[in-house]
């Protein structure tokens, strides 16, 4: 990442900036993802929460998931627009919606997850990683993204 990439929702009161680049990208074909979005799937970029800077404040929404972890969802309180998502209960670490940075092209997915549940008209690329649930981040993340993660996660 050459430069802070910013975002933000569709009515411009929730603002962010990512410091560094990600941790890594997951495209998500859970059912849980299509049904809280309204699409096929979700692109959502890992990353440490101390490493967004944000204005305007969200609302966060506990969602129902199919495994029983905790979902929160930040969307803006004034357009709806869902920003970020923490999973499991890790405020440390922001899944932040890549479709509402500013230049949603600068984050491709890394990987293809819950790929059994995918729409059968959506089409994979070959060269992009796909599981059927989920993976070990062990071999597939960048070292630095382990390191990253451990230094939040212990």
């Known amino acids: ?23 890594f990208v997951h495209c998500c074909h859970c059912k849980d993802c299509q049904r809280q979005t309204g699409s096929a799937f979700v692109l959502n970029a890992l990353i ?9 404040q969200t609302t966060l929404f506990k969602m129902p998931t199919d495994s029983g972890r905790p979902h929160d969802v930040a ?7 869902a920003v970020w998502s923490h999973y499991g209960g890790l405020h440390v670490l922001r899944f932040v919606r890549v479709g509402t940075l500013d230049d949603p092209t ?9 790929t059994r549940s995918k729409q059968p008209w959506v089409a994979l690329p070959p ?4 599981f059927e649930a989920y993976y070990n981040s062990k071999t597939l993340w960048p070292a630095e993204s382990l390191e990253r993660r451990r230094a939040i996660l212990g």
Do not use: F, K, N
């Open 48 to 56: 440490e929460t101390d490493r967004v800077e944000a204005t305007g």
């Open 1 to 23: 990442m050459q430069q802070a990439m910013g975002g933000g929702c569709a009515c411009g009161q929730v603002r962010y900036r990512l410091r560094s680049g990600p941790l």
């Open 127 to 130: 060269e992009v990683p796909a």
């Open 106 to 114: 600068a984050l491709p997915p890394d990987v293809h997850i819950y």
């Open 75 to 81: 969307r803006c309180p004034e357009c709806g627009t």
